[in-house]
């Protein structure tokens, strides 16, 4: 079964760090695009790092920029996202999700993990 | 700046049709976007992918009831025979310059 599943959320506090992990099993996580996606409690999806295929392309949400970091164990076929310096306004749950499993268009977000939640708070 | 629009809701009765439209910005209008299914107190679920020329890609085990359909600058979701489990929010979700784009969701109920 294809799947992802992240872990790592926690209550942390204001100006604090939390590495979020997301794994992969039943397909190769390295081969496809990976992004985390966060949903702050009552709000809609925000797209917040994109990690390429190949690892050579990383973008970040301009509110996550310069505090968060994603990056890739192949060999654990997971996916990390480092989140430093965070703010009451990171409280969230985050998602991971490929892009490019069955959508070989490279368009849609198409396999989705379950969430792990973030609280943060001063 | 590269803008999905949606309706903030909907609502139909059980066994009834329901269609939802994602609207894309002026100039971009020949997208492809992706409809995800968030039901309450569960993560999203990709649902398909919808093209311009109204051509959509399903999710794995996506019933017959949800389709897809395209018409200048929206794309449409379509559930047919509706039932409580199609209660939520639901997403609509494009790719643009190195970035995830999300609409702001439908909530959809059932009556």
């Known amino acids: 079964e294809v799947q992802l599943v992240e872990s790592g959320g926690a209550l942390v506090q204001v100006g604090g760090s939390l590495r979020l992990s997301c794994a992969a099993s039943?397909?190769?996580?390295?081969?496809?695009?990976m992004n985390w996606v966060r949903q702050a409690p009552g709000k809609g999806l925000e797209s917040v790092s994109h990690i390429s295929n190949v690892g050579n392309t990383i973008y970040y949400a301009d509110s996550v920029k310069g505090r968060f970091t994603v990056s890739r164990d192949i060999a654990k076929n997971s996916l990390y996202l480092q989140m430093n310096s965070l703010r009451a306004e990171d409280t969230a749950v985050y998602y991971c999700?490929?892009?490019?499993?069955?959508?070989?268009?490279?368009?849609?977000?198409?396999?989705w993990g379950q969430g792990t939640m973030v609280i943060v708070s001063s | 700046q590269f803008v999905l629009t949606q309706s903030p809701s909907a609502s139909a009765s059980l066994g009834a049709s329901v269609k939802l439209t994602c609207t894309l910005t002026?100039?971009?209008?020949?997208?492809?976007i992706a409809w995800h299914q968030q039901q309450p107190e569960k993560g999203p679920r990709f649902l398909m992918k919808v093209s311009a020329d109204g051509s959509h890609l399903k999710g794995d085990g996506i019933p017959d009831r949800f389709s897809g359909s395209s018409s200048g600058a929206e794309r449409y979701l379509t559930i047919s025979r509706l039932q409580s489990e199609d209660e939520g929010d639901y997403y609509c979700?494009?790719?643009?310059?190195?970035?995830?784009?999300f609409g702001g969701g439908t909530k959809v109920t059932v009556l």
């Open positions: 999700a490929s892009r490019g499993y069955r959508d070989y268009g490279l368009v849609s977000f198409d396999i």
């Open positions: 002026s100039g971009h209008t020949g997208y492809a």
């Open positions: 979700q494009t790719w643009d310059t190195g970035r995830g784009v």
């Open positions: 039943g397909f190769t996580l390295s081969s496809y695009n």
